[in-house]
Each structure stands twice: as C-alpha cells, then as structure tokens.
T-cell receptor, first 113, second 114 residues
Framework: AQSVTQLGSHVSVSEGALVLLRCNYSSSVPPYLFWYVQYPNQGLQLLLKYTSAATLVKGINGFEAEFKKSETSFHLTKPSAHMSDAAEYFCAVSPQGFQKLVFGTGTRLLVSP | KAGVTQTPRYLIKTRGQQVTLSCSPISGHRSVSWYQQTPGQGLQFLFEYFSETQRNKGNFPGRFSGRQFSNSRSEMNVSTLELGDSALYLC?????????????FGPGTRLTVL
C-alpha cells in the first residue's frame, strides 16, 4: 500500500531562515504526491502537487518541493520563513486508481521572531 | 466561486445519539470525499462519492455512512456515537474522480461526543 512518512512532528525556525519539512513515500509505481497546509481551526489548503510532469514543483506562498525517486523523498522547502507560515503541514499520496488521499502524520512548523 | 461549505461548524452530541453532517462542494464539482481528523489517528479517509455513487470506502465501521444528492451535495451520518468519534470531519470536493486530482477542503465540522 502506498504511504508517506513525515520526519519530525515539530520543526522550529527563525523568521527569515530556511524551512525544510521532510516527507518520504512508499510506492511501487510513480505516485501522485501533495503538500497541504492547515491553519488553526481551518481546513486543508493545497500548497503544491507532483504528478510526474517535473521533479521540481513550485507552489503557493513561495514553497517548493523536489521529487527524488532515488531517495523516495518529496521534501518541502521555502528559502525564507515568515511568521505567517506557522501552521501544520501534511504530505499526502494519492494511490493509483483512487481518489482518496493517504496523509502523513503532519509537521507543525513554529516560526520565531 | 464559493468554496466548499460544511454545516454545522460545531456540534456536541452524547454517546448513543446519531449525527448528520452536510457538505456543499464547489459549484461544478461532482466528487466529494470525507475525512476524519483526530490527534491520535491523524487524517483518515472515510469515503468518496461521485455522481451519487460511493466509489471508495475507508476502514471505518458501518456506523459511518454517507450519501450524495443529484446536486452533488453530500451528507455523512454517524449512528450510535462513541466517545472516540469526537473529531474534526473534513469534506473535500474535486471536479472529477481519480488519482492525482486536486481536492478542495472545507473548514470542517468539529464533533464532540460527551
């Protein structure tokens, strides 16, 4: 079964520092991968998705992710953190042939001034 | 375009009762999926409906059921509520059904079971 693993339940960075949130996937076939963000008391918002068109995927709010097949990774990065980036981030995979999303356990990003 | 709306936003029930949650997808979207979010189990897929038919179902007991109407609005029902059903229930809509489609999420309904 396809799954994703997010390393680190909490990540703390200073404002202006690099953001790196890790996600590794498990899939025997090319996966569809997503990053979603959830702000307190809100639903999920799509940041970006990988659908095999390009290995470097650019998303909203300055985030991007690189698909690395050799490392089975899809890490999320942002060059410079803003206070408004503080939220919970979820990596997800969409199994072939199914609409459903299988989510990782999430990483809470804390941004300090 | 209006986003996905869910009603009610908050709900308090007692054990043994049943509850119905509603989801209105983005106009033109025909696929609606439901997810349960809890601190212990995280985000878990409940089921997906497309054109009034259940396409996929997650690993939840039969107490959890849903349906979709001809206007694509969907309802989810939980019968004989248990304390462990306390969760944020998220609905997501998509224009089609299948892998890789972007799903747009609503704000969720927070259910508390006492």
């Amino acid at each position: 079964a396809q799954s994703v693993t997010q390393l680190g339940s909490h990540v703390s960075v200073s404002e202006g520092a690099l953001v790196l949130l890790r996600c590794n996937y498990s899939s025997s076939v090319p996966p569809y991968l997503f990053w979603y963000v959830q702000y307190p008391n809100q639903g999920l918002q799509l940041l970006l998705k990988y659908t095999s068109a390009a290995t470097l995927v650019k998303g909203i709010n300055g985030f991007e992710a690189e698909f690395k097949k050799s490392e089975t990774s899809f890490h999320l990065t942002k060059p410079s953190a803003h206070m408004s980036d503080a939220a919970e981030y979820f990596c997800a995979v969409s199994p072939q042939g199914f609409q459903k999303l299988v989510f990782g356990t999430g990483t809470r990003l804390l941004v300090s001034p | 375009k209006a986003g996905v709306t869910q009603t009610p936003r908050y709900l308090i029930k007692t054990r043994g009762q049943q509850v119905t949650l509603s989801c209105s997808p983005i106009s033109g979207h025909r696929s609606v999926s439901w997810y349960q979010q809890t601190p212990g189990q995280g985000l878990q897929f409940l089921f997906e409906y497309f054109s009034e038919t259940q396409r996929n179902k997650g690993n939840f007991p039969g107490r959890f059921s849903g349906r979709q109407f001809s206007n694509s609005r969907s309802e989810m029902n939980v019968s004989t509520l248990e304390l462990g059903d306390s969760a944020l229930y998220l609905c997501a809509s998509s224009d089609t059904s299948g892998s890789g489609n972007e799903q747009f999420f609503g704000p969720g309904t927070r259910l508390t079971v006492l």
